[in-house]
Nanobody
Framework: QVQLVQSGGGSVQAGGSLRLSCAQA?????????MGWYRQATGKQRELVAT???????NYTDSVKGRFTISRDNAKNILYLQMNNLKPDDTAVYYC????????WGPGTQVTVSS
């Protein structure tokens, strides 16, 4: 069974930085394309934060442009999200997403930004 494992996250003050990582759990029967980060704040719908598109370019939601950077280590199949100048509105549970025939989601990691 394919599982995604997330790390990073936590609590920071506004203006701080955090880095999230997402990788497949060991023992996965096949590799998937881990391509995006999403978040869901309390009482809101899950939204796209940043993703690699099919042609390898990146796409960010407007509110994080210039502050967040998505990257990946293709050799290790690890996806990262570097989050700088964090704001209280960035507080949410962050999920990574992968795909191969169907979508796979990470378990989520809490990011809390205090003012």
């Amino acid at each position: 069974q394919v599982q995604l494992v997330q790390s990073g996250g936590g609590s920071v003050q506004a203006g701080g930085s955090l880095r999230l990582s997402c990788a497949q759990a060991s023992g996965s029967p096949f590799s998937i394309n881990i391509m995006g980060w999403y978040r869901q704040a309390t009482g809101k719908q899950r939204e796209l934060v940043a993703t690699f598109t099919t042609d390898g370019t990146t796409n960010y939601t407007d509110s994080v442009k210039g502050r967040f950077t998505i990257s990946r280590d293709n050799a290790k199949n690890i996806l990262y999200l570097q989050m700088n100048n964090l704001k209280p509105d960035d507080t949410a549970v962050y999920y990574c997403r992968g795909s191969r025939v169907r979508d796979y989601w990470g378990p989520g990691t809490q990011v809390t930004v205090s003012s």
